[in-house]
């Protein structure tokens, strides 16, 4: 079953550095999505993308933060001076169409210190 | 007021036991309704989509009422392996997902 891929795993990064979260989503799908999930919290929306472009983002997703689709296959999230309250784990989505279901990845475990 | 607002539990069961869970959320403009099952420090995985007439799947029942902005999951029959964290997510507009905070289900035997 296709599934969507995320690495790495776990990331550890001092305050201030950049870190990419990079994920592979499943290969049809067209819309893709990052959310995180800081610990004990709730799952939170960070953005949406679709033909090159951001579709949507929430107030979360400032300036530190980007997102690309370098080749036919990764999206990545960029965050570019991380800072502490930065610490969650983010899920990578996609799905096939605009109002199908959304795959999530097993997620990318940030940590900053 | 929090957009989708559950009960965070635990709800401690017996199997074979009926639980049922309930959500509201805030924004009447909703559009699309699901639950959603998230296992500890695993990704969430769509357990159900939430129609206005009420649907099944197998042991899981959920419904929905507009006019109160209330949803509901049941599961009849629970299993040890329906533990896990129940997330009510709501889609207002857009294609993003708003999430509860979950409703956390033990089951035991």
């Known amino acids: 079953e296709p599934e969507v891929t995320q690495t790495p795993s776990h990331q550890v990064t001092q305050m201030g550095q950049e870190v990419i979260l990079r994920c592979v989503p499943i290969s049809n799908h067209l819309y893709f999505y990052w959310y995180r999930q800081i610990l004990g919290q709730k799952v939170e929306f960070l953005v949406s993308?679709?033909?090159?472009?951001?579709?949507?983002k929430s107030e979360i997703f400032d300036d530190q933060f980007s997102v690309e689709r370098p080749d036919g296959s990764n999206f990545t999230l960029k965050i570019r001076s991380t800072k502490l309250e930065d610490s969650a784990m983010y899920f990578c989505?996609?799905?096939?169409?605009?109002?199908?279901?959304?795959?999530f990845g097993p997620g990318t475990r940030l940590t900053v210190l | 007021r929090k957009e989708v607002e559950q009960d965070p539990g635990p709800f401690n069961v017996p199997e074979g036991a009926t639980v049922a869970f309930n959500c509201t959320y805030s924004n009447s403009a909703s559009q699309s309704f699901f639950w959603y099952r998230q296992d500890c420090r695993k990704e969430p995985k769509l357990l159900m989509s939430v129609y206005s007439s009420g649907n099944e799947d197998g042991r899981f029942t959920a419904q929905l009422n507009r006019a109160s902005q209330y949803i509901s999951l049941l599961i009849r029959d629970s299993k040890l392996s329906d533990s896990a964290t129940y997330l009510c997510?709501?889609?207002?507009?857009?294609?993003?997902?708003?999430f509860g905070a979950g409703t956390i289900l033990r089951v035991k035997s």
């Open positions: 989505a996609s799905s096939e169409l605009w109002a199908s279901e959304q795959f």
């Open positions: 997510v709501v889609k207002v507009d857009g294609n993003k997902l708003v």
């Open positions: 993308f679709y033909n090159n472009e951001i579709s949507e």
